[in-house]
């Protein structure tokens, strides 16, 4: 069973960084792609990163330029860099993976709260 598990999440000023981690039970690059999405109440679940096989990656409008996506084959991990945060940023972050011919999310995460405050 494939697992998931984050982590890096906490409060952080408006202008501030944080760094997420997700670490997977297995290669993460046995997956077709992997990233991350949130959750804000009121607020439809966002897909903010994503990072392909082969290494090509994706972001939402309202974070690019801001946060990065990567991948570690040696640990396993996909971290989200997120600088320049903003209070609209504060969510429950997801780390999220899709099997090869899979076109729907087959593993995500429990979630890491990020919240943007002063």
């Known amino acids: 069973q494939v697992q998931l598990v984050e982590s890096g999440g906490g409060l952080v000023q408006p202008g501030g960084s944080l760094r997420l981690s997700c670490a997977a039970s297995t290669n993460i690059f046995s997956f077709s792609r992997m990233g991350w999405y949130r959750q804000a109440p009121g607020k439809q679940r966002e897909v903010v990163a994503q990072m392909s096989r082969d290494g090509s990656t994706n972001y939402a409008t309202s974070v690019k330029g801001r946060f990065t996506i990567s991948g570690d084959g040696a640990k396993n991990t996909v971290d989200l860099q997120m600088d320049s945060l903003k209070p609209e940023d504060t969510a429950v972050y997801y780390c999220?993976?899709?099997?090869?011919?899979?076109?729907?999310?087959?593993?995500w995460g429990q979630g890491t709260q990020v919240t943007v405050s002063s």
């Open positions: 999220y993976a899709v099997d090869n011919g899979s076109n729907a999310v087959n593993y």
